[in-house]
């Protein structure tokens, strides 16, 4: 499956976002747990929020929890995280990734990645 992500940008501090990742591929449509992972300037790789194939279940950092909103539409392949009240710790690539089986938060666990997005947020 081969995933496309976009949506980022330059927002200041407070501001809301919404990143899209769009899969493809002659499975994709519903077959994959989804994620999105973040990486800082100078920074490892970190899970941000997960959903199941169902869209029944999802996982969240502790970091994000309560601002982001992960959610998945299966007709248009697209997963989506909606990221409120953002802060400039905010501030990475966002990459979005898929795998089969369950939720994890462990980035080696995922097969698939997309190219990633940068999200600025300014103070």
């Known amino acids: 499956v081969q995933l496309q992500a976009s949506g980022g940008g330059l927002v200041q501090a407070g501001d809301s976002l919404r990143l899209s990742c769009v899969a493809s591929?002659?499975?994709?449509?519903?077959?994959?747990?989804m994620a999105w992972f973040r990486q800082a300037a100078e920074k490892e790789r970190e899970f941000v929020a997960a959903?199941?194939?169902?869209?029944?279940?999802?996982a969240y950092s502790d970091s994000v929890k309560g601002r982001f909103t992960i959610s998945r539409d299966n007709t248009k392949s697209t997963v989506y995280l909606q990221m409120n009240s953002l802060r400039p710790e905010d501030t990475a690539v966002y990459y979005c990734a898929a795998r089969i089986a369950e939720i994890s938060t462990k980035d080696f666990e995922y097969r698939y990645w997309g190219q990633g997005t940068l999200v600025t947020v300014s103070s």
């Open positions: 959903i199941s194939v169902s869209a029944l279940n999802s």
């Open positions: 591929g002659p499975t994709a449509r519903s077959s994959y747990v």
